[in-house]
């Protein structure tokens, strides 16, 4: 079983940065490959990017390529989105998940955190 648990989010102008974090309980979560979604009111869920387990695969939407990255800490159970360059059109609930298995852009993960609001103003 994995816990996660995202922090990070806020409000940022056009231009600015975010730095968004998700902890994980469970011993084992070093052997997941991790994504980040986001969700806009009346939006469909929206995949962001991914990172296997040993952070040695990344994969990011068209996007946010070059604007975002993603890390991975497994000694502190954590995983990082650092934002920048952030539009207004990058407002949205973001979520981070957990997944047994390899890099996907398909929300199928088993493990998913609740969320934290990034808003970005003009």
């Known amino acids: 079983q994995v816990q996660l648990v995202e922090s990070g989010g806020g409000l940022a102008q056009a231009g600015g940065s975010l730095r968004l974090s998700c902890a994980a309980s469970?011993?084992?979560?070093?052997?997941?490959?991790v994504g980040w979604f986001r969700q806009a009111p009346g939006k469909e869920r929206e995949f962001v990017s991914s990172?296997?387990?040993?952070?040695?695969?990344?994969d990011y939407a068209d996007s946010v390529k070059g604007r975002f990255t993603i890390s991975r800490d497994n000694a502190k159970n954590g995983v990082y989105l650092q934002m920048n360059s952030l539009k207004p059109e990058d407002t949205a609930v973001y979520l981070c998940?957990?997944?047994?298995?390899?890099?996907?852009?398909?929300?199928?993960?088993?493990?998913w955190g609740r969320g934290t609001q990034v808003t970005v103003s003009s």
């Open positions: 990172i296997s387990w040993n952070g040695a695969y990344t």
């Open positions: 998940a957990a997944r047994d298995g390899s890099l996907t852009r398909r929300p199928d993960y088993n493990y």
């Open positions: 469970g011993r084992t979560f070093s052997a997941y490959a």
